[in-house]
């Protein structure tokens, strides 16, 4: 079973910065996908970003030039910088991963934290 733990979000005036960061930890034996989705209330769950295992990055129209996923392959670690935040990216953001332990593929999804742009 592979777990993930997010940690970094939060509370910011709008223009600020955020680094959400996502810890994946099992028996794991590669990672694909590594995923940012984000949740706003009474909207759907949406695909911020996503960066692939040779480091290819896919970042949602909404947040171009203002998000970037990086990828620590040596900590099955994934961050989201977050930059120029605006009010419209409160949400609560999810990390997901994709790929294989030493018995079988999982995909998997972080708890959750939540980041509110207000000031």
């Known amino acids: 079973q592979v777990q993930l733990v997010e940690s970094g979000g939060g509370l910011v005036q709008p223009g600020g910065s955020l680094r959400l960061s996502c810890a994946a930890s099992?028996?794991?034996?590669?990672?694909?996908?590594m995923n940012w989705y984000r949740q706003a209330p009474g909207k759907q769950r949406e695909l911020v970003a996503r960066?692939?295992?040779?480091?290819?990055?896919n970042v949602a129209n909404f947040v171009k030039g203002r998000f970037t996923i990086s990828r620590d392959n040596a900590k099955n670690t994934v961050y989201l910088q977050m930059n120029s935040l605006k009010p419209e990216d409160t949400a609560v953001y999810y990390c997901?991963?994709?790929?294989?332990?030493?018995?079988?593929?999982?995909?998997?999804w972080g708890q959750g934290t939540q980041v509110t742009v207000s000031s």
């Open positions: 997901n991963m994709i790929g294989r332990t030493d018995r079988a593929d999982f995909a998997s």
């Open positions: 099992g028996n794991i034996f590669s990672i694909y996908n």
């Open positions: 960066i692939t295992s040779a480091g290819s990055t």
